[in-house]
């Protein structure tokens, strides 16, 4: 058994175990944390309490670098529950700043569910962002599966996940 990302209409798919599929949201996650990490610290100076609307997102996001770092130091199995938890806490602050593709990823099923075309283009959006971050052991599989979500924002079908 394994996870099916596939279209109504279409040969574009992208398939795997359950198991790689989690590994490769995982070094997603893991290169979506280093990009916000660095980030975080070129835009250190930009968000200045009282001055900027979006200065408490900003240190919402600081405090979720903390928070995964705390979390994953522990290194347990549960570690991608936790990490969706986080995502989803930290939601307004991810949106603000145009990084909802995160949790948009991680935040749908194995199986019987759907990718809208709008989390294709935040997934997208994701991996176009992080791209100098992403493993380089997990590159070719995260760009065959980024093919199925260009394909979603391209032609406005949503993914089927099964």
């Not at 975080?40 to 900027?52: L, P, V």
């Not at 990718?115 to 992403?134: K, M, P, R, V």
Request: charged share 20%.
């Amino acid at each position: 058994m394994g996870i099916w990302l596939s279209f109504k209409n279409s040969k574009i798919d992208f398939s795997s175990s359950y198991n790689y599929w989690s590994v490769i949201r995982i070094s997603i996650i893991k290169s979506f944390m280093i990009y916000l990490e660095n980030w975080i610290n070129i835009n250190s100076t930009t968000f200045i309490q009282g001055e900027s609307f979006e200065f408490n997102f900003y240190e919402d996001l600081k405090q979720l670098v903390v928070d995964y770092n705390n979390i994953n130091y522990c290194n347990n199995d549960k570690n991608y529950d936790i990490n969706l938890l986080l995502f989803e806490k930290n939601i307004n602050a991810l949106t603000c700043f145009n990084f909802t593709g995160i949790y948009a990823l991680v935040n749908k099923e194995d199986c019987e569910a759907y990718y809208s075309c709008g989390n294709a283009y935040d997934i997208c959006n994701l991996l176009e962002t992080i791209h100098e971050n992403i493993d380089k052991e997990y590159y070719e599989s995260i760009m065959q599966a980024k093919k199925v979500f260009q394909h979603s924002v391209d032609s406005k079908e949503p993914i089927c996940i099964s």
